[in-house]
């Protein structure tokens, strides 16, 4: 209870000042005579003492009903927190951070427990690792290298268990793990339920020293001059920092500076698909994590064309220029950009027509001064799935804008917004406009909705070109004056991909090549018009655990592919966490009220939840009695004599 509301019990003076001090009123009245007066006096002293005393009492009794219910007082069961569990649920650690002696340290732990166990009591055995399996026996509990732990999977498993128990009896969980930092959650997932105890047994781990390869990347997904593989390892002090490769016939070394846990190897492999291993010296007690298979492949960058029929002054100022700037901007410095832009200057010349095979988009800068052969082998090259940018800029035409809007590459009635001619610069191209309406899940756009990717509303742009909707053709993004900024075609039978952006690349009328947005959106646009969305690079691997029984390695799978098992990353860190930390993380409730010790085990006395009986809902309900009794006796008027 809380001591300090009892304070309160001073208000008691406040209904006894009030009884004292009150004074009876009189009303004056004739009458005949005094002959019953007397007898009339007696009556009524009589009946004011039997009514006032009462009354008092019961106001007296309502405040210290009131200062008790908040003192919130409860009853605090000894025998109930001793109580034998209608079910005991035994979870067992089977991560890949439970080497074999651990595994013994918890047998006989688990021996332990199951004494305990009150006759007529259940008791589940079960093990987790990434999942929860439920075993007959103790045999049964296998731990399996590298196996991942989900710790909030199996408290959730046991708590739902419990809770379906369909009786009014206590519970309890019996943990018997290694408690590694990583495998507790930031925040409780769930409230914990009252009636269920832990009991928490830590399985310690014969080191806290462990080397590991963490993890296994590609640097480089598209082909280039070399292949680079980087390799995150964790190394303690002290240890060995040499790390190995090996790879198709290939051995490479690399030394881990101190303080880094990252190392990249250079090779020149024999082909596309690498398979192999990383691995460190180790020697220590998780051998599952020392080396660490891997498959990498790389794949062809997709060809761009850039065409420029009019490049300008100089091959630094056209729209081809600034569109392969931005294509090979890798960011990382590991050649990760996923195109190979070629600028041409036309697709017919003296040896024919330019050879698209192969090419994943074609963007025509500019709108260069197309022939109707130049006009059809784009039409033909979109419907056998290739991807076509045009990018619109001042050097528009009605003779060129006529010619594929005749092959139904732009949409018919382009033309420019204010004038009869395009502005040659930006003080003829009209007001600064922003884009206020864009198709917020497409793929071109769905990265720049003012989150990670930045917001498209930051961008400047100049309303040029009014270009109608309809006829097959959607409008992706409109400024804020009405027009249309980026057009799709959307004809179910085309195989290839149409865009339109009605806005030069270059400074001619905004600063937007200098703009931060400006390479991921160009890139965005032409990773969709070539469909060079998420090459597939890198096996993701699996890890060992309850259903995947393979120890860590390469395995062929039955159609001739391959498929990859490894350890676990977060079992690597074997730092142990304290019960207490448990608790903390999912929500245990306080337990600094003192308990039995049930069988006299001091870990489970620590983690029992004890009952507690709030007795101030009770104070409550007889205040809210007693001051109906009250009014009743307040309000009671003496009945006249016939």
Known sequence: ??????????????????????????????????????????????????????????????????????????????????????????????????????????????LQSTQQVAEGSKLTLAQFSDEVEAITAADKWMPRAGAPTDLTRAMGWALDRLGGAGTQRAGKIVLIAHLAEGDLPPNPPRVWPPGISLEVHVLTPPSTVNAAVRNVSLLTPYIMEQMEIEAEVMLPPGADRTVTLKAEGITATQEVLEGTDRVIFKINPPRDEVRGTISVAGGDAWSADDARAFAVRWVQPRKVKLIDGDPGSTPFEGQAYFGEKALTASGAAHGKTPFQPDIVYGLSGRQGAADLSGVGAVALCGLPNLSTADARQLAQ?????????????????????????????????????????????????????????????????????????????????????????????????????????????????????????????????????????????????????????????????????????????????????????????????????????????????????????????????????????????????????????????ATRRPTSNA
Not at 13 to 31: D, G, M
Not at 524 to 547: D, I, K, Q, V
Not at 563 to 577: C, F, H
Request: aromatic fraction near 6%; include cysteine; charge should be neutral.
């Open 1 to 110: 209870m809380h001591p300090g509301f009892l304070w309160a019990l001073a208000a008691l003076a406040v209904p006894l000042w009030i009884h004292l001090s009150r004074r009876r009123r009189y009303t004056e009245l004739p009458v005949g005579t005094l002959r019953f007066l007397n007898e009339v006096l007696k009556e009524r002293r009589k009946r004011a003492r039997f009514e006032e005393i009462p009354l008092l009492l019961l106001r007296l009794l309502a405040v210290a009903l009131l200062a008790l219910a908040f003192t919130r007082p409860f009853l605090n069961s000894r025998e109930k927190a001793a109580e034998s569990p209608a079910e005991t649920v035994v979870l067992l650690d089977a991560s890949g951070s439970v080497t074999e002696n651990m595994k013994n340290a918890g047998l006989k732990l688990l």
């Open 381 to 633: 090259y979109v419907e056998s799935g290739g991807g076509l940018m045009v990018l619109l800029d001042a050097r528009w035409t009605r003779g060129a804008s006529a010619v594929l809007e005749t092959a139904g590459l732009l949409p018919s009635g382009t033309r420019p917004a204010a004038a009869a001619t395009m502005p040659a610069s930006a003080d003829e191209a009209g007001p600064v406009r922003a884009i206020t309406q864009w198709e917020r899940t497409h793929p071109v756009l769905a990265a720049f909705d003012g989150r990670e990717g930045g917001d498209l509303r930051e961008m400047e742009w100049r309303d040029c070109f009014d270009i109608p909707e309809g006829d097959g053709w959607k409008a992706l993004a409109k400024l804020d004056g009405g027009h249309a900024l980026l057009l799709e075609k959307t004809t179910p039978t085309q195989k290839g991909r149409v865009l339109v952006l009605a806005h030069s690349l270059t400074r001619e009328w905004t600063d937007l090549p200098r703009d931060p947005l400006f390479v991921p959106f160009v890139k965005s646009l032409f990773t969709y018009a070539s469909r060079a969305e998420n090459p597939a690079s890198e096996l993701s691997p699996r890890h060992p655990g309850l259903h995947e029984k393979r120890v860590p390695g390469l395995y062929d799978n039955a159609v001739g592919g391959t498929e990859i098992v490894a350890a676990a990353p977060g079992e690597s860190s074997v730092v142990t966490a304290t019960p207490e930390a448990l608790r903390l993380a999912f929500g245990v409730p306080d337990t600094t009220i003192q308990t039995i010790i049930p069988h006299d085990d001091v870990a489970l006395a620590a983690a029992s939840v004890p009952w507690r009986q709030e007795l101030w809902p009770w104070a409550v309900a007889l205040l809210l009695v007693l001051l109906m009794v009250e009014n009743i006796v």
